[in-house]
Each structure stands twice: as C-alpha cells, then as structure tokens.
C-alpha cells in the first residue's frame, strides 16, 4: 500500500512502494476503520491433550498488542517474561485470537485476574509437551472489512478474482519494517557498531528486518520483469510457508507440479552458505547482496543460514461480500509469515484509517525524531 506520510530522510532511502504484480485499479478503500474491521484468528496444528508441562491457552484480545498480553500473563503467573510462548505478533488495532503457552511448574496458575476485562477472553485451554515457539502455526484465519470503497464494482470483483486465481507477489509487509522504516535504520546502526542490543528481542527484530527488505528488493525485480509466478533460469522451488527450495531438474511432473500451484518460484532469505539459485535468478540475488552490502555482509556475520520464500502467495479460498454499496468484507487464511497487507496493495490504493490517538502518537514520534536532530547539530 502506498505510505501518504511524509518519510524522514533518515528512512527515506528505503524502497517502500514495492512493484505490483496487476495495472493499478481505480479503487479507493480504507481498512481497520474500528478494531472489529480486522479480525485475525490463528489455526493451530497440535493437538492438546487434557495434561501436560505447558498449558495452551486461545485467547481473543482487543486493543492490544501481543507484547502486552505475553506480559500480562506472565506477571499473574508469576513466571519470566522469556517463558511465555507464542506463535507470531498480532496487531494492537484488531480482533485477534491467538495461542499463548505457559509452563506448569508446581500447579496451574490462577489467570481469574486477566479474563476479568473485557480486553481478553479465554476461548479455548489445553496442555502439550513443548513451548510454543514463533512460526509454530497452521496459519491464520483473516476477515477485513473495507469501507468508504470508491470505484467499479466489476473491476473490484474481476481483480479479486484474478487475486483468487494467481495470487498475489509474497512481499513482506510494511509492518516488518517498523514505523518510517525504524527497524531497517537501527539495523544499520546495530551492523555499523557491531553491537548487538541487549534485548534479545529487539535483535531478531533488526535481523529480520533487513533480511526482508532484501528479499522484497529480490522479488520486486522479478515483479518488474513479470517473473514472479513464473519459471526463471537456474529457478529454486519451495512450498508456501517453507524456508526450504530445490533446484530445478527440468522435468515435466516438476512442470505439472509449479503448474497445479503445488510448488513456487522462490527468492533467498539472506543468510551464510551458497545460494541453491544459478544462473539468472543468481544474478538477481547477488545484484542485491552486492547493493546492500551492510545488510548482506551484517546478516551473515550474525550466524544467519541461508533460506528460502515462495515468491507468490495464493489465496484458493478467498471470498468476498459487500456489506453495503461502499463496504466490502475479505475473507481469506495464509500460512504463518504471510501478509494481508500484501493482498489489499494489489486491490487498489488502500489506506489504514487514521484515528485521534495514532495522530497524536505520530505527531509525538516526529517531534521525538526533530529534538534528536536539533541535538545532534547542537
């Protein structure tokens, strides 16, 4: 989606609006208008049992943040923060529900506190043998609603179509990167100093951060040269959701697989080790490395092995309704690591609804980022 906000010249050297994969649609939207608009529910892959060392808890939360409520429970039951597990970072502004695990030490922890406001509410509970540890999903159940949608409703519903049939470029979403791009940034200085910070936390966030925005540069050339749902030379394949690829062997049931959309066209996750790619796609992902060299060269003095990422994202069981003439609601599920952000940008101009309280926390980052300045001239 394209950013409106005028970007800071410290971030405004990062790529940000990413090539679209379709013509763009003469289609208007906003999203997550109010917090039920975006509702995320994520689809676990174990089953639990009735006893166990860690207790899985389905919790559905408003106006939060995954942070908060990890640190919530972890303070009610009296465990470290670290202990506490989950599968992915969910949105503050949003209706989610989401999988937590706590370890059982001496007895079951009274959690009666937390359930008590209507932030949170305990959908489900069970027990399993291990922690439950980031990407550790089946995937995750979206329902948005648009609204104040401006253009034809025929071509709306012909470019949801086409999504529905293709898919859309698997990029990474703005949200990687954090506000004005403030991961990529402290990831520059982490890699400049060397230094890793003390949290742990904010680490894997900086090395994250980076190795996407490579990745996303690495797709938008093959989104520029129409390659990004097609076979290209010295192409690796990988499955949706995967970090694995193998390279191509030319024959006709890997041709019938990559056509039945069972196997993707993938770009590397940047990290130590050869790239499995040759040929052209080699070319595209060392022009990259080579442009980004603090990036590339950081990644790999941190220990980061190299991995893959399916280059397309499919969405088989999109569905869509209008509520009314200018409210449109999405339905669709993506596999952990995924982004919705990633379909609405090839819908049409969509943009996040501004409320009073992000205004003002925008208008107290800039003036943050200002005194900073002043000072450093000072």
Not at 66 to 89: E, F, P, S
Not at 201 to 217: E, G, H, I, P, V
Not at 231 to 257: D, H, P
Request: charged letters at 25%.
């Amino acid at each position: 989606m394209t950013n409106e906000n005028p970007v800071n010249s410290e971030s405004s050297h990062y790529q940000s609006d990413w090539p679209k994969a379709y013509p763009q649609l003469n289609m208007q939207a906003q999203f997550r208008s109010c917090d039920e608009d975006f509702q995320v529910h994520e689809v676990t892959n174990r089953e639990l049992a009735e006893s166990g060392p860690h207790m899985y808890l389905y919790i559905e939360k408003k106006g939060t943040n995954t942070h908060w409520l990890a640190r919530k429970l972890a303070n009610h039951a009296k465990i470290d923060l670290k202990d506490v597990g989950y599968a992915g970072l969910k949105d503050r502004h949003a209706v989610t529900r989401q999988w937590f695990s706590l370890p059982i030490k001496n007895k079951e922890p009274d959690l009666t506190h937390v359930f008590n406001s209507d932030e949170f509410t305990l959908i489900e509970k069970g027990f399993y043998g291990v922690k439950l540890k980031r990407g550790a999903l089946g995937g995750n159940q979206f329902k948005l609603v648009l609204r104040n949608v401006t253009g034809e409703r025929s071509e709306i519903e012909s470019r949801l179509a086409l999504i529905k049939s293709n898919g859309v470029p698997n990029y990474f979403g703005a949200q990687r990167f954090g506000h004005d791009n403030e991961n990529l940034i402290q990831a520059e200085k982490f890699y400049h100093s060397g230094k890793r910070p003390r949290n742990r936390q904010k680490t894997s966030m900086y090395l994250s951060a980076s190795r996407s925005y490579l990745f996303n540069q690495m797709l938008a050339q093959r989104v520029t040269a129409s390659t990004w749902d097609n076979i290209i030379e010295g192409e690796v394949f990988g499955f949706s959701g995967s970090l694995r690829g193998f390279t191509q062997e030319g024959t006709e049931e890997e041709l019938s697989r990559f056509q039945q959309k069972d196997i993707h066209p993938t770009c590397a996750l940047w990290g130590r080790g050869n790239s499995l790619a040759e040929k052209q796609l080699l070319e595209i992902e060392k022009d990259v490395a080579n442009s980004n060299t603090l990036f590339s060269e950081g990644i790999e003095k941190q220990g980061m092995k190299q991995e893959r990422r399916a280059t397309r994202l499919l969405l088989p069981e999109l569905s869509w309704e209008w509520l009314e003439t200018d409210v449109l609601e999405l339905k669709f599920e993506l596999a952990s690591g995924l982004f919705a952000t990633s379909v609405l940008r090839e819908l049409g101009h969509i943009t996040e609804a501004l409320r009073p309280e992000d205004e003002h926390q925008a208008y107290m980052h800039r003036k943050a980022k200002e005194q900073a300045v002043k000072g450093k001239s000072e």
